[in-house]
């Protein structure tokens, strides 16, 4: 007898496979066209308030494409305002919006800011990261925070080690971006003359 994750993913291929060849009627297509699927989610016990968890996912399969909501409706609601965002992102950079039932690979943030401050990263994560949280060695893209490693209800810990370290205070910067976090490191390191 096949187990649940095997069904699911049977299921998800023959999902696939068919919307797939459906798209071959037409040139241009909206959500409705593309593999979707909604799937109920386990609630986490215990989270820190800042997350909020949703009952239901609603994702399009091969894409990584997906949205969450209370209701099975209200996922899919944000799941047809995900995708009208990221089809539309996709056209802005002159790309072909993807046929239904195809695999999108993935795509990594650019890491165009960070690689200016390369030095600086590896520092950061020697000195600070690793020493609060234990991150040995992580991924750093222009739009990693420092939200994305810890589930505390705020940054002060790190804020507080970095003005530590660096001598520089960036618990003002909303985001807790660290792209922002090392442009200011590196502009009291060497201020404008």
Known sequence: MPFPGQIIRVTDTLITIWKRLLSYRKSEWELADYPVVIRTQELTPGLPSRFTEHRYRALVLGWLVDATGDSKQEALANLQKEFSRRRQIRLDEGKSVPRPG??????????????????LAEDFIQRVLHPVLGIEDVWISDDSSLWNFHFDETCD???????????????????????????????ARHPAQ
């Open 102 to 119: 195809t695999r999108i690979a993935l795509e990594y943030a650019s890491q165009t800011r960070i690689d200016h401050h390369a030095a």
């Open 157 to 187: 810990e790190l804020a507080a080690k970095i003005r530590e370290v660096y001598g520089v205070d960036v618990s003002d910067i909303e985001s807790q971006n660290l792209a922002d976090i090392f442009d200011r490191i590196e502009a």
